[in-house]
DNA sequence: TGCTGGCACTCCCGTCGCGGGAGTGCCAAG
DNA sequence: CTTGGCACTCCCGCGACGGGAGTGCCAGCA
């Protein structure tokens, strides 16, 4: 159904589109770009590909823009990954060098995404659940009150505050503290549960309640609080073109500030390892139906810690988006891998 | 030269102007308004306040809108700060309760400013150095690594690591644990430094060394670390009326993206117990100069822990907006200093 | 001196009509 | 299947126009 010179013409729609924001004739495809044939054959192909729905025109006597589904064929089968310009990889490096803590690779990771591409970048911190443990403290505040703080390899810190049924001893908190070390030191926080079923067995009898109620908050902490944080830089970007967002952007920033959305749009990935791109009303959110998304997860080698990634018009450059995310993606990864 | 009515007029015009968004002309005000004149004396009285630089008007035959100064003399003189209404009370209540930990109170915070007034609301993290030390504990890592963890009395956490020139033994580490906690216990950041000044001298000379080092870090990451965060939301409300920001949304976002910019506009108080509004061209910041800063310190009692507030339009409800950030400034503060 | 009604004037704004132009769709010929 | 030609459609910018809201000024009146 469509020959290779039709998808050609895709092709150069959606490049020229996306550079002029403008929609694009027969005859200025045919001059611009070398296709070889007459403006009257490229109407009949884009008679075609409109008949395909892969583009459309706003009124009779325009020229033609890619719908949706014209951007996915193009991100799926024309186009290929734009590599990084030198400038681009010396960005990278230099902005994200020096950074001091977790906090601060996040915060410049997401600027620096939000500068190369020009959109809304999106960075979620390192997961709780997908890390493990660099050392588990367990501090004696006051006699009936703990305070456990939880460091991962990641770089993360959590703490909680833990009121205890019984007042206990110094060493009984050092037997607590040995504990839970010894079990949990290097080991992955799924893995959490399963490295402490032994644990009241193992115990003294007369620690074995209160040592169960720590457990349990431990385990709570470390596993089941899904507290995942996210960082944005950007928004600024919405309002380059106020084509693209004629009377929507309302919704947009409303969706971007719910973390929940924003985790679900990270979160949602199949393989980490893959770039992944959400087209316009591809999205499952409501108000991102007028964006595309594009994401990755990052990480050492194959787990993936969380995700990152960018929003924008889904008059996007996706090569080069694409290209720009995975390139942050693996160095953040391989940052927050090394130390 | 402004006699009462001539203020009352101003009143009209800035009430009308905010509520309807359009120029007000002198037939509606006197109308709308009882002032019990004439339009041809409010036009009179109209001259004598463009005169001042009050009002203004876009084009010749056009209604009156206040201009900057004609703000600042309402807020200053012409308004009282608006009650809350008991469902706006109950709101507050109702979002604060239920908070788990710090984190949890800012973003509630935040997002509750922001509904409330419907403009972006920014809330900065209880400040370090004007907290007090709950907890500080140092954790033995490694033989020549340690963690340091701070706990304040707002709930807020600040951790880093530690490289020693040295290695250290488990009873060395408890000697600087006992050392620091003696002296910092309860202790304000800001009085850290006068704190642990005798600190060389007491100890014993063996650990001088390592001793210091550790001090050097720990004032460090007490004291002279500005790591001040800060929280926003609503930003969507910027969008509410299209007419307000024209083509400057752009450097509002962008502004609004920096966190150097958001502490200086939250910071920048004489009085943390006032309430202080920023109009238009009064703004420092650049971008912000289309906008205007409400804002006030919260805190127990007297000394703030840091600052929220609010930024929108210049066309904002100033009684509104003031009544408002205030009482969840309070709410906070009391929040904060109970447990 | 200050308020008021009247009146001319200004200027915005929505509407309309009018070309120019870009682009399309279709057709018949190569 | 491609191509040139051609009629048609519809946007868009422009200028003209009239209504309307609002102003500024002035003269009269308390």
């Known amino acids: 159904m469509l020959d290779d010179r039709k998808l050609e013409v895709l092709r150069a729609i959606v490049a020229d589109f996306v550079s002029t924001n403008e929609p694009v004739g027969s005859k200025a495809l045919a001059e611009r770009h070398q296709l070889g044939v007459s403006p009257a054959t490229v109407r009949n192909d884009m008679a075609a590909l409109e008949e395909e729905g892969y583009i459309t025109h706003p009124h009779t006597s325009a020229g033609r ?3 949706d589904r014209g951007y996915r064929l193009f991100v799926d089968r024309l ?3 734009k590599p990084l310009s030198s400038a681009e990889r010396r960005a990278i490096q230099t902005f994200l060098e020096g950074a001091v803590d977790l906090d601060d690779v996040v915060r410049r990771t997401v600027k ?5 591409t020009r959109q809304v970048a999106v960075v979620q911190y390192p ?3 997908r890390s493990s443990v660099r050392h588990l403290e367990i501090v004696h505040l006051e006699p009936s009150r703990l305070l456990l703080v939880l460091i991962t390899d990641t770089g993360r810190v959590e703490q909680r505050v833990l009121e205890l049924p019984a007042e206990l001893s110094g060493e009984e908190v050092g037997q607590l503290r040995q504990a839970f070390g010894q079990r949990l030191h ?3 926080l799924v893995d959490a549960p399963a490295a402490l079923s032994d644990l009241p067995d193992a115990a003294p009898p007369g620690l074995r309640p209160v040592l169960t109620s720590v457990m349990t908050v431990v385990l709570e902490t470390l596993v089941e609080r899904p507290e995942e944080r996210v960082a944005i830089a950007g ?13 929507t952007l309302q919704p947009v920033l409303e969706s971007l500030e719910e973390q929940v959305v924003l985790l679900k749009l990270i979160g949602e990935v199949n393989d980490p390892t893959m770039v992944h791109v959400k087209i316009g009303e591809e999205n499952a959110v409501e108000g991102l139906r007028s964006t595309s998304v594009v994401t990755v997860g990052y990480g050492p080698d194959q787990g993936a810690y969380a995700g990152l990634g960018v929003v924008g018009p889904t008059r996007m450059d996706y090569p080069g988006a694409i290209g720009q995310v995975r390139a942050v993606a693996r160095y953040v990864g391989d940052l927050l891998a090394g130390p």
């Open 65 to 67: 823009i890619p719908t």
């Open 79 to 81: 186009s290929s990954v």
């Open 112 to 116: 620096l995404l939000a500068q190369l």
């Open 127 to 129: 997961s709780l659940s």
């Open 186 to 188: 290097g080991a992955r």
């Open 235 to 247: 928004t600024h970007n919405l309002t380059r073109s106020p084509l693209d967002f004629p009377r």
